[in-house]
């Protein structure tokens, strides 16, 4: 079905203001190397990436198609990843090694490898937990900065989510950056971009990188780049990467919602939120939804129930086959 999906995707990226369609690959684009899955396949497509919070867990519904180019990222469970998990590092000097090796300089820890499940797909993992004591405080401050969105101390759960949203966002603002070191034509940046954090290197760049008119920019599915988020959970990532204005195509798909429950107006249920005390990750989900470029729910009841309770009409909805 995300092979679906991905035609869909390179479809829509006509509709963005950033660049225009252009269905025949770019001769100049320097060829990118493979990672861990190095079975030469899918070459010519999108890079992707998918983000689950139960990754190592055998528990998430996957989308995924193979290929060295489709690449897995969740949190790290050692008490999973033992069996799960065949650690090994990507290819020397590939885009995704170079990507990780980045986020472990700045203190990350990062493990790497495939998922022992079907066709043993690449997979990416942040160690959550290191990254407590050094990020949490800080990431979660920003948070609330940037996004209005407060977590409270009491919820460890929802702390570990902005915690990881962050470094799954800087992993993928770094590998979006090594694409356009490599000479990888990536998207088209606006002065009066959002982006109000950025890792240094980030930052550099782009104060230095020109602004081009959005009609001048041809993406190909080649060299394009799309992070697909499941669930309130893999929020963060999606909002974040939209407003650091990293160019790349973000889908947030939709399973089940973290409040359950039937409701006649938007206000009830935010009000029931506020009761159970879960308002905070609502509002996460709502600004996935809305930041994202394309909101897919995953079936028509749970798209009738985001388009009442978040406010935000999906772009379409997918199944699994």
Known sequence: ???????????????????????????????????????????????????????????ADLFTVNGSKNILIGPYRPEKAVDEILEAEFEEDSLPAMAVQVVRDKGFKVITGHWLIHDRPPAIMFHVESARDKFENHYVEMFKKDHNIEIPLGDQEARDVVVFGYMVAEFLAEFELKCRSKGIPTAVYSNDSKQTFHPRELTELLSETPTTEPEATVRTTENEICAQFHDWKCGVGPILLRRWNICITTIFTLKISCLEGKFKTQKKAHEEARQRGIFHRLSTELAAARESHIFTPVSEAVAEQAELVLGKQPDCIITQD
């Open 1 to 59: 079905m995300f092979s679906e999906l991905k035609h869909y995707i390179s479809k829509v990226l006509c509709w963005f203001r950033w660049y225009k369609y252009d269905v025949t690959p770019d001769k100049n684009v320097e060829e990118v190397d493979e990672g861990v899955n190095s079975d030469g396949e899918d070459n010519d497509g999108p890079w992707t990436f998918e983000v689950l919070w139960d990754v190592v867990a055998n528990l």
